[in-house]
């Protein structure tokens, strides 16, 4: 279904309510200077699914709200990717697509305030 992912990009990638993508590629460094290495053991399988969280609770108006929930969590060659379903119902989910039209919108692994 994600065959559109972009090879070297964290950009999610909305199809309906399906959502996936790169959370990130292995190499890359993040704002918090950690180094994502395919050696890293992240502990794939050892959940059923996690939240997708929308602005990691910065937003103040709307603060940490589940906006969906990651199913599959699988290390490629390149990095580590993420599907699973947006919720339709969530008043954010017409922002969240157009964000993602735009193509404003990134997988973040970076934790909840």
């Given at each position: 279904?994600?065959?559109?992912?972009?090879?070297?990009?964290n950009q999610v990638q909305?199809?309906?309510t399906s959502v996936g993508g790169y959370l990130f590629k292995w190499g890359t460094v993040d704002n918090n200077n950690i180094e994502w290495l395919q050696?890293?053991?992240?502990?794939?399988?050892?959940?059923?699914h996690y939240p997708i969280l929308f602005s990691h609770g910065q937003n103040e108006d709307m603060g940490i709200e589940k906006i969906g929930t990651i199913y599959v969590v699988k290390a490629s060659n390149d990095g580590l990717l993420v599907s699973g379903l947006l919720d339709p119902e969530n008043e954010w989910y017409e922002a969240i697509c157009a964000l993602q039209e735009k193509?404003?919108?990134?997988?973040?692994?970076?934790?909840?305030?």
């Amino acid at each position: 279904m994600f065959n559109k992912i972009l090879a070297g990009s964290n950009q999610v990638q909305i199809f309906g309510t399906s959502v996936g993508g790169y959370l990130f590629k292995w190499g890359t460094v993040d704002n918090n200077n950690i180094e994502w290495l395919q050696s890293t053991n992240y502990g794939i399988g050892w959940y059923g699914h996690y939240p997708i969280l929308f602005s990691h609770g910065q937003n103040e108006d709307m603060g940490i709200e589940k906006i969906g929930t990651i199913y599959v969590v699988k290390a490629s060659n390149d990095g580590l990717l993420v599907s699973g379903l947006l919720d339709p119902e969530n008043e954010w989910y017409e922002a969240i697509c157009a964000l993602q039209e735009k193509g404003s919108l990134i997988w973040s692994a970076a934790p909840a305030q």
